[in-house]
């Protein structure tokens, strides 16, 4: 696996953006995640896009961080936000997840960031599962969907 860094709004990210959209619909019976994000969002030192590769070539994982500051969605001053991790279904169970996810934790830490957060939801055990065994603990619901009963937040410090 090739692990790069690449925009948010990069074909190869596009297509597996518009793959775990898909899989939210049909895990939650909407359109997907509603967050609005932009490509911005995502670039140094303020965030990170990642995309792993397979030997051929092909983008088999995806995940991203962006800075969040104090704001009126729950937010505290130096948070990192995780969003956008995924996996193709053919490559699920390989640790391709938990490598990304490390390679984030190190950027954010470097750009000065000092908690991880993110929002995932109940009907992603998987999910949960990463995020649990990898030291995040359930904290204060933020973000765009902090009120929704399906929504889980969980928070590490870096």
Request: aromatic fraction near 8%.
């Amino acid at each position: 696996m090739h692990i790069r860094r690449v925009s948010f709004d990069h074909p190869d990210a596009v297509k597996l953006n518009d793959q775990v959209q898909a899989e939210y619909a049909v895990r939650y019976g909407d359109d997907g995640d509603a967050t609005s994000m932009d490509t911005a969002d995502f670039e140094p030192p303020n965030g990170l896009y990642l995309l792993a590769y397979d030997e051929l070539g092909v983008p088999v994982a995806s995940g991203g961080w962006r800075a969040q500051d104090e704001n009126g969605e729950g937010n505290r001053d130096g948070d990192a936000e995780l969003k956008r991790m995924y996996v193709v279904e053919s490559m699920r169970g390989l640790g391709l997840a938990r490598r990304i996810l490390a390679a984030l934790e190190e950027d954010a830490r470097a750009a000065g960031r000092i908690r991880m957060v993110l929002e995932t939801g109940a009907k992603q055990p998987e999910a949960v599962a990463l995020y649990t065994s990898s030291e995040y603990e359930p904290c204060e619901k933020f973000g765009y969907y902090r009120h929704h009963e399906l929504s889980l937040c969980y928070a590490k410090a870096l």
